[in-house]
């Protein structure tokens, strides 16, 4: 409306001039008596001048008694409408013309951006705050202006203090990416809070994606206090330690990438579950077998890996002898089909060699216009169980490390860095 003049193209440099969007623009305001004010505010909603930042009611400069009540934009006295006029008349009200300014502070980051880029390049709206770091994953046609739309998110997000763009993909088994930071510091050491729990980690060293945050909730809600749960890809633990401090669930968490198990020990620690949750450095299919051999029962997995999760299932054809071992296993992977429910679902069918009757198919999230996040919850079926004709699992390298050589009772492990 009245700052149509925010699509225009600003000259594309790396220093944002903030003084640039300061501009004033003529108004109509009715002087009203202060006890009136209220009142008045009520009878002409809708009518009143509204936007981030502005104020409908101002100070009169020459009358502390009363205020101006400000209209809409581009409000003409001869053209008021049926309400103000009746509200003249009866409270014996004057139309004054008078100025508002619009500055930087009263725009939103969608505004600002909109007159930093060319009309045909879209805002990049989906970017990820981590505690004070704002993650970004710019494309080709944001680069150019990536430092302008830095400070603006600095200025415009609450908390944001460093923001970082992915430069390339996830490409090692720790699921990290390369990052470069845009602004702030470039220490990347950061803390979320998250289901009533607080998470520190290095936001360049661990992979955190806080668009699951959602996610861990409803996964959380299988969970009932008797249960023990197997989490083969933890993280830092945005599953394991709430499981365990909301659900008051037994939780056994491994994590490949050191980073990762050693600030899942600072988390179990901070929040005070060493006595529930036993942190494990290993590969994956070793860290089941071992768990099982040590006749430590499950009943639920988590699989949280989408890339590669689906894979890891061979480790559970053969590794039971009795139906009353089989967990319930929450499965998560990619689709990049329109049936992605189907999909998935014959995805972990072609590993396990069996049909699963799935509890639940859950979309997680739309990654991109063509690739959904996909999870599946499903108990084991019996046809995993190990028969005389069935090799067992083949052994897997522990090429990590446990939390204490020897494994003590599921209910007196604790959650110590070594």
């Known amino acids: 409306w009245m700052w149509k003049w925010l699509l225009r193209r600003m000259d594309t440099n790396t220093t944002l001039d903030r003084e640039s969007f300061r501009k004033r623009f003529p108004v109509l305001g009715l002087r009203t008596p202060n006890a009136k004010i209220n009142i008045i505010q009520k009878k002409l909603r809708g009518d009143?001048?509204?936007?981030?930042?502005?104020?409908?009611?101002?100070?009169?400069?020459?009358?502390?008694?009363?205020?101006?009540?400000?209209?809409?934009?581009?409000?003409?006295?001869?053209?008021?409408?049926?309400?103000?006029?009746?509200?003249?008349?009866?409270d014996d009200l004057t139309i004054v013309p008078t100025e508002v300014e619009i500055a930087y502070s009263n725009l939103t980051y969608d505004q600002v951006i909109r007159r930093l880029l060319p009309p045909e390049v879209e805002v990049p709206s989906a970017f990820e705050a981590v505690g004070q770091i704002?993650?970004?994953?710019?494309?080709?046609?944001?680069?150019?202006?990536?430092?302008?739309?830095?400070?603006?998110?600095?200025?415009?997000?609450?908390?944001?203090?460093?923001?970082?763009?992915k430069t390339g993909n996830i490409s090692t088994q720790f699921r990290t990416f390369p990052l470069e930071v845009l602004i702030g510091p470039t220490d990347l050491m950061t803390e979320v809070n998250e289901s009533n729990c607080r998470f520190q980690f290095d936001f360049g060293e661990v992979y955190w994606n806080s668009r699951l945050s959602t996610e861990h909730g409803r996964l959380i809600k299988y969970f009932k206090s008797n249960?023990?749960?197997c989490d083969m890809f933890a993280g830092v633990g945005p599953f394991a330690i709430p499981a365990a401090k909301n659900a008051k669930c037994t939780?056994?968490?491994?994590?490949?990438?050191?980073?990762?198990?050693?600030?899942?020990?600072?988390?179990?620690?901070?929040?005070?579950?060493?006595?529930?949750?036993?942190?494990?450095?290993?590969?994956?299919?070793?860290?089941?077998?071992?768990?099982?051999?040590?006749?430590i029962h499950f009943d639920h997995v988590i699989m949280n890996l989408p890339a590669s999760a689906v894979e890891f299932l061979d480790v559970f054809k053969g590794l039971y002898t009795s139906e009353n071992q089989l967990p319930t296993i929450h499965c998560y992977g990619f689709s990049y089909?329109?049936?992605?429910?189907?999909?998935?679902?014959?995805?972990?069918?072609?590993?396990?060699?069996?049909?699963?009757?799935?509890l639940d198919v859950y979309t997680v999230r739309d990654v991109s216009p063509k690739k959904f996040m996909m999870c599946v919850s499903f108990p084991l079926p019996k046809e995993c169980i190990k028969t005389p004709s069935t090799n067992g699992p083949s052994e897997s390298p522990q090429n990590g490390k446990e939390e204490s050589d020897q494994q003590p009772e599921p209910k007196k492990h604790k959650a110590v860095e070594t």
């Not at 089941?288 to 040590?294: F, I």
């Not at 089909?337 to 396990?352: F, H, M, Y």
Request: aromatic share 4%; proline share 3%; glycine share 2%.
């Open 251 to 295: 939780v056994y968490a491994n994590d490949l990438n050191p980073r990762s198990y050693h600030y899942m020990v600072h988390n179990v620690k901070l929040n005070k579950v060493q006595d529930k949750v036993h942190c494990f450095n290993l590969d994956a299919r070793a860290f089941v077998q071992d768990l099982v051999q040590k006749n």
């Open 227 to 229: 249960h023990v749960i």
């Open 48 to 90: 009143l001048l509204h936007g981030v930042g502005l104020k409908s009611v101002i100070d009169d400069p020459n009358d502390d008694s009363v205020k101006l009540i400000l209209l809409q934009k581009d409000t003409k006295e001869e053209e008021l409408s049926e309400k103000v006029i009746a509200a003249i008349k009866e």
């Open 337 to 358: 089909k329109d049936i992605a429910n189907q999909d998935i679902v014959s995805q972990i069918e072609a590993v396990l060699g069996t049909k699963i009757t799935p």
């Open 134 to 165: 704002v993650h970004l994953n710019l494309r080709d046609v944001h680069l150019p202006y990536k430092h302008l739309i830095a400070q603006v998110i600095v200025d415009k997000v609450k908390g944001a203090k460093t923001v970082v763009n």
